[in-house]
């Protein structure tokens, strides 16, 4: 009985200290009338972007996917005949081989709209190839330019950026 009084009072309490606090607040907004309503400004440029974007960057990014995982097969899959150009099967499936280097992150930092069927993504290819990166490591890399192009309804990887 004297758990349940207890525990009754502890609950009452609670529920008017609540109260009593959103009251406070309401009551101090009300009578300030110096405070202003903070205001967030959304970016509706994001709203706009075209599913041609979605696509491309989705294309993008399952290509450094395979990269960063040696993905050879699906990453030359990803590749049209304009990246293969001048490369033999070997060449292209080193670029997706770890020795070295080993692949260690990527990140995709910008884009610009070419067309409809065209964009070029930055992108930091990062890597290690021992003896070169040290604790005390390089200067990061300038981004790299990948582009992706829509031919015959499919988006593919136009050229291999270096890493």
Not at 12 to 19: D, E, K, Q, R
Not at 104 to 131: C, H, I, R
Request: net charge positive; with cysteine; proline share 6%.
């Amino acid at each position: 009985m004297k758990k349940r009084l207890i525990t009754l009072s502890f609950s009452a309490v609670a529920a008017l200290s609540l109260v009593g606090c959103s009251t406070t607040n309401s009551s101090t907004q009300a009578s300030n009338s110096t405070t202003k309503q903070m205001t967030v400004k959304t970016d509706r440029s994001l709203a706009m972007l075209p599913n041609s974007y979605f696509q491309a960057n989705a294309t993008v990014d399952k290509f450094l996917n395979d990269w960063l995982t040696l993905d050879s097969k699906d990453g030359i899959a990803l590749l049209n005949s304009k990246a293969k150009q001048g490369k033999t099967t070997t060449q292209l499936e080193q670029y997706f081989a770890q020795v070295p280097p080993s692949h260690l992150s990527y990140e995709v930092v910008g884009y610009k709209k070419v067309s409809d069927t065209e964009y070029q993504f930055n992108v930091w290819m990062y890597g290690y190839a021992p003896g070169t990166y040290g604790p005390k490591g390089q200067p990061r890399p300038s981004p790299r330019t990948l582009t992706v192009v829509k031919q015959n309804n499919k988006w593919s990887v136009n050229n291999l950026p270096r890493f």
